[in-house]
């Protein structure tokens, strides 16, 4: 049976408005989501569905297939602003709510607020930086706490690269935590939360030490995260030994995207020098200089 992509939560059937979300099976007889939640006040005519789990008609906001009633949000003056944040002339919103702190006239989101996520192929994380002229913030619908104030972080050169990372002119931060020692200006994301800067690799915010930088390498795959470099082997961050780390890459093998060239055999690993790209970070993500 045929599945909906993850950035696709509503469908509409002979007049009617359904929740579907996720890998969703289809009923051959009626051709509507297996497990579908019907939108018993939506308006099919005027139904739209918006990136994110948010939707409109002509009378109410929807929010993961529920009227969204949590504040005084005016459907009149409501913004969509990307798969995370809302407003309406008075307030921005979350999922969660009104955010009272922030400064509504300067409120910028930094990126789509999606963010999908590799170990399946359906799945995808809610999450966006946004700034104002006071600060940078983050939301991760994940861990579901509040919108969080990035510490220490410079609204005026603040970029989000799309991916639960942003950077500064002075520091890199991974789901608004600061990478600790991070060099903002060479600092490059290798993918699977993997990254390294000219001195230090990383795995999410915490530095894997004690390693050959210059031979340290970073697979990108679904359903592991790997690294070695020739000596050390890692599963994320955990140190692991030899043989289990290449029982992990051949469950990976069939899906798997290398950063660098190279293939692991069982006779031997040959490994590659870590190809850097041919611009620095401040090349390829430019800083924004913001008047506000």
């Known amino acids: 049976m045929p599945y909906h992509p993850f950035n696709e939560n509503y469908t509409i059937r002979n007049g009617k408005v359904y929740l579907k979300g996720g890998l969703q099976l289809i009923d051959k007889g009626e051709d509507i989501p297996i497990n579908k939640v019907l939108l018993s006040k939506a308006d099919a005519a005027t139904f739209k569905e918006l990136p994110g789990p948010w939707a409109i008609d002509k009378n109410y906001v929807f929010c993961s297939g529920s009227i969204f ?33 922030v ?32 600060g940078v913030y983050f939301r991760d619908n994940m861990t579901g706490q509040t ?8 609204p005026s050169t603040i970029q989000s690269l799309g991916n639960e990372y942003a950077r500064d002119a002075n520091h890199v931060y991974c789901s608004g935590i600061r990478i600790k020692n991070a060099n903002s ?14 001195q230090r690799f990383y795995y999410s915010n915490r530095e894997i030490k004690d390693i050959d930088i210059k031979k340290f390498w970073a697979l990108s795959t679904s359903g592991r995260n790997l690294a070695t470099d020739g000596e050390h082997y890692f599963v994320n961050d955990s140190l692991t030994d030899k043989d289990k780390f290449i029982d992990n890459f051949t469950y990976a093998s069939s899906i798997i995207q290398k950063q660098t060239h190279g293939v692991l055999k069982k006779e031997g690993i040959p490994l590659p020098e870590l190809e850097r790209p041919a611009k620095s970070t401040e090349e390829m993500y430019p800083l924004r200089h913001s008047k506000a």
Not at 148 to 153: D, I
Not at 185 to 198: A, E, M, P
């Open 69 to 101: 009633r949590k504040g005084k949000l005016d459907r009149k003056t409501f913004q969509h602003l990307n798969a995370v944040f809302i407003r309406d002339a008075g307030t921005i919103y979350d999922w969660c709510g009104p955010i009272k702190r």
């Open 185 to 198: 200006r060479y600092w490059t994301y290798l993918g699977n939360h993997y990254s390294c800067d000219d």
């Open 147 to 154: 919108v969080m104030t990035v510490r220490g972080a410079d």
């Open 103 to 134: 400064d509504l006239q300067s409120f910028e989101v930094l990126d789509s607020g999606m963010v999908p996520k590799t170990r399946y192929i359906y799945s995808v994380s809610y999450t966006s930086y946004a700034k104002d002229k006071n």
